[in-house]
């Protein structure tokens, strides 16, 4: 079976090292007795969300389909946390979730329906809570320093000023802040402590901090600096934070999970719960901060003896997960950013680049330069420390060699920071002590090609030191006396890489380049813009035969916009002549907002209109103030413009105030409703068909209008979702919201029937030949069980008169829609009647072939590889047409809708009524 429930320990292993440890299986499957999941669900556990409270609305998942809980991190996390990623204590479940007792009742509530568990793990840091004492570790390490039994928990502590480590809380300056008596040496009892009496803290505020033994009769100023930490302005933090942290985050530290004793202390609760059967999986949460993401999945796949362990990986492009990870596969935005592309309209980019344009002044074409700019603007503000801290390491390697010392730190810093700038992807995964790949030698080669490019030429020597550095090689004299460092100059080295990735492209550049919003995602590839069935066909193909469990998204705690946005605002790229001439016009009433701005505003308002109408005002104004902020260009996080944030709020009012152009964007949500309900359940249909594991967020098996957390973390409405389920058991759905609903309910509940079709080593993924590219067909299973059939670029289909003779080849057998319950025979057929009630038809296999043809068609789709295209023109194809109207187009006809009421203009440029 691939499920396989561990409700009872089995092949328990607590020591990774032990010669009974139970290796993962070959083709990234789990071992053999540990479970594979089919179909998850994502619930985001907390105050809000309790296992209590989950475990009442297993019975709605269950009747959904789901096969499996995908809970967020569970242990216990700081005060007030809204999503866990905050740790604060390894060795305690969540207090507020309903602690152990409430999360192994919803274990094994979930596991008497037959329902899996899979936990989120968070190895790469832990929470700088305020206080500081909920985090008993860290609270240890500040008071005790070099002493406590913790200090070689987290990275970075015992380095900086005379071992001092940086807490960065302050709201002035050290010597202001003191001089006005705002830190005060007080005796409490701390929480958690109570076992040691009163003792002597600093207070600031609500922040507190422990005393180092004898420092506390000292006066307060040198009380103050006595400690094993430094008190610091906020701003300080930079350019002098002396620990890791999640990317620019100072609230949380780095763990040094890499060390056998930290990862043994940090798992070994949830290594109890998995081995006692409590928990069947886990995902892993950004292992690209770790110093050895491989070394450290070794482990913990054999700790648990070959578990399925999903990895978020974030993959650039045509990146591959390393094939020597012992991992089942990414968390799927791999697939996601594919599936976002197959509905792309490639003839949009021009209209649409030429707006953004218009209204920005960005070139189309110059995504690579915006890319630069963001990440050498974040590797010299905001992690300056850690550039700065990989530039030190290597200037200390560098001074003691007499072969390397006249390189100056200056001269390596500059080379270091267009070397980060330059990578192409979160690291290139050297491990110290073995060789460099070539792919790794490669990678870091064409990352020096662009930095030798932007350096002076008096740079280029120290340029090649720094190269072999990072690579591990052997230069200057002293490798052999310098090895920890260099070693570590290695690790630090990819680990700035991947923060300046996160921060510098999907933070930072993703917010600045609108040309098409849908595309900036976690993981995406804007560049990209679109991609046809065939380059989907060759990618999942290899993906099902190289890792057949691993898993696809659609949306996410971490997605900017969920599934449905992105569908919507993919969609302009249909109509790009016409949302070209809509802003052409709207732009004169947004003088004053920045353009950026000003661009994604009108694509997020287009993007999150509902039946109802526009988003709250309220959600947007938080999602524009934030989107802004990461923007940096005109406000930021840590330089606020008021005045132009407060700018911003007042055109919102203005904004939704106006009938007209309120009324035009309840036109154009009417005018695209076809092409978005195409878009929207071709989407999820292909996105929970085509590979490995189907997750669905909480609430996405219906429409939703997420934007980017913590709007997307809100409180779910189960109670409206059973109530829509137990109204679709009676009738057939109306809106296009209760469409996806049943699609996504129809398609789990096939997958929980035919399990060996979607997951594990016999769930092949076969392309059918069709005469038309405006569709996505496939067959899965080694022995086809399911096929897809999904409509793309609905716009296009709908100007070449729909399907008309356009066929695709079915497997032999007998075949029923579970949409919409028609059947099929197999071989020929007319992508028309299987498409007649819905954009997408998900066959079920229902019946054996019929006939000696059916038997060669399905030998013939049985050949492993793609050899020929698939797209096979037929009588009545053409090609897809480019977009019609130009920009001196009279929109009338077309854009009628439009004219009507928003196109008579005053001489200000501003609408009337």
């Known amino acids: 079976m691939t499920q396989n429930t561990s409700e009872t320990p089995t092949d328990t292993v607590t020591d990774a090292t032990a010669p009974s440890a139970v290796p993962p299986a070959p083709q990234h499957l789990p071992s053999s007795g540990r479970r594979t999941p089919v179909s998850t669900y994502r ?84 929470g700088v809570p305020t206080p500081i004492y909920h985090n008993r570790a860290l609270w240890s390490v500040l008071k005790d320093g070099p002493a406590s039994p913790y200090a070689a928990w987290f990275d970075g502590t015992d380095d900086g000023a005379a071992g001092r480590i940086l807490m960065p809380v302050l709201g002035a300056r050290i010597g202001t802040v003191l001089a006005n008596g705002e830190i005060t040496l007080e005796r409490r009892v701390v929480p958690g402590l109570e076992d040691e009496g009163e003792q002597p803290v600093l207070v600031y505020y609500d ?82 901060g770790l110093a050895d993401p491989r070394g450290y999945l070794r482990r913990l796949s054999m700790a648990t003896g070959g578990a399925w362990i999903a990895a978020e990986k974030i993959l650039e492009g045509s990146e591959d997960l390393p094939e020597d990870w012992p991992v089942a596969g990414t968390t799927g935005y791999d697939a996601s950013w594919r599936i976002s592309a197959l509905h792309c309209d490639p003839n949009g980019a021009a209209n649409l680049g030429n707006i953004a344009h218009v209204i920005t002044g960005d070139i189309p074409g110059s995504l690579p330069e915006v890319i630069t700019t963001s990440k050498r603007e974040v590797a010299t503000t905001s992690l300056f420390a850690e550039v700065h801290r990989v530039a030190t390491l290597a200037d200390d390697i560098c001074r003691d060699d007499i072969m390397l010392r006249d390189h100056t730190f200056t001269w390596i810093r500059s080379c270091l920071t267009e070397m980060i700038v330059a990578l192409d992807r979160y690291r290139a995964y050297i491990v110290p002590g073995e060789p460099a790949p070539d792919g790794a030698v490669e990678i870091i080669e064409h990352a020096a090609r662009a930095a030798r490019a932007a350096l002076d030429a008096e740079l280029h020597e120290t340029l090649d030191v720094v190269i072999d550095l990072v690579l591990g090689r052997e230069v200057g004299v002293e490798g052999h006396t310098q090895r920890i460092q260099r070693d570590e100059l290695v690790v630090r080295f990819q680990q700035a890489c991947g923060a300046v990735m996160a921060k510098g492209v999907e933070d930072t ?110 959600r947007l104004e938080r999602y524009m103030l934030k989107a802004s902020r990461e923007q940096k260009l005109w406000t930021s996080w840590t330089h606020n ?188 057929t007319l992508i028309a009647d299987l498409l007649t009630r819905y954009p997408v038809a998900v066959l079920e296999k229902i019946a054996g072939p019929q006939g000696d043809q059916a038997r060669t068609e399905a030998d013939e789709l049985a050949r492993p590889e793609i050899q020929i295209p698939l797209f096979r023109p037929g009588v009545r194809h053409q090609s897809t047409p480019t977009q019609r109207p130009s920009e001196d187009t009279e929109v009338t006809g077309l854009l009628g809708w439009l004219t009507k009421r928003f196109f008579d203009k005053h001489d200000d440029g501003h609408p009337h009524g």
């Open 43 to 126: 619930l985001q556990l907390g105050p809000e969300l309790t296992f209590d409270e989950a475990i009442t609305h297993l019975d709605y998942l269950d009747g959904l389909g789901v096969t499996d809980l995908y809970l967020s991190p569970i242990l216990q996390a700081a005060p007030g946390s809204t999503h866990g990623y905050d740790v604060v204590d390894h060795a305690t479940i969540s207090a507020p979730m309903g602690g152990r007792d409430g999360f192994e009742r919803l274990a094994a509530a979930a596991h008497s329906r037959g329902m899996g568990v899979i936990v989120d793990v968070v190895p790469n840091h832990m």
């Open 207 to 288: 922040h507190v901090f422990p005393v180092r033994a004898g420092t506390e009769n000292l006066p307060l100023p040198l009380c103050v600096q006595e400690q094993h930490y430094r008190l610091a302005y906020w701003k300080v933090a930079d350019e002098e934070l002396n620990f890791r942290r999640f990317f620019d985050v100072d609230t949380l530290v780095a763990v040094r999970v890499e060390d056998p004793a930290v990862f043994d202390a940090t798992h070994a609760l949830l290594l109890d719960l998995f081995h006692a059967g409590h928990i069947d999986a886990f995902r892993i949460d950004h292992p690209d």
């Open 509 to 618: 550049a993703f917010y600045r380049w609108t040309q098409l919003v849908s595309l900036n995602e976690v993981g995406g590839d804007p560049e990209a813009w679109s991609i046809n069935s065939d380059e989907f066909h060759q990618w999942a193909s290899a993906m099902a035969a190289t890792w057949p469990v691993t898993m696809t998204c659609g949306t996410t705690h971490d997605t900017k916009r969920s599934e449905d946005v992105r569908s919507r605002i993919g969609v302009l790229s249909q109509y790009s002549s016409e949302w070209r001439a809509l802003l052409t016009k709207l732009h004169p009433y947004a003088a004053g907002l920045e353009g950026h701005t000003e661009n994604l505003l009108w694509q997020i308002l287009a993007g999150t209109w509902t039946d109802a109408g526009p988003i709250e005002r309220e």
């Open 641 to 828: 413009d008021a005045d132009g944030e407060a700018a911003l709020s007042a055109f919102l009012d203005k904004l939704y105030d106006d009938g007209d152009i309120l009324g035009a964007f309840a036109d154009w949500y009417e005018f695209t409703a076809d092409s978005v309900r195409t878009s929207v359940l071709s989407r999820k249909a292909i996105q929970l068909t085509c590979l490995g594991v189907a997750d669905t967020y909480q609430s996405c098996e219906t429409l939703q209008n997420y934007l980017v957390d913590p709007d997307n973390r809100a409180p779910v409405d189960f109670a409206a979702l059973a109530t829509m389920a137990t109204d679709l058991d009676a009738r057939d759905p109306i809106t296009l919201a209760e469409e996806k609903f049943h699609l996504t309910r129809a398609i789990l509940q096939l997958r929980r029937r035919r399990p060996d079709a979607f997951v594990g080593a016999q769930a092949a993924y076969r392309p059918l030949p069709s005469s038309t590219g405006h569709v996505v067909c496939y067959a899965r299973g080694e022995d086809p069980q399911v096929v897809t059939v999904a409509a793309r670029l609905h716009r296009v289909i709908e100007n070449l008169q729909g399907f008309t003779e356009h066929s695709v080849v079915l497997p032999g057998g007998r075949w029923r829609d579970v949409l919409s319950g028609a059947e099929f025979d197999g071989g020929s």
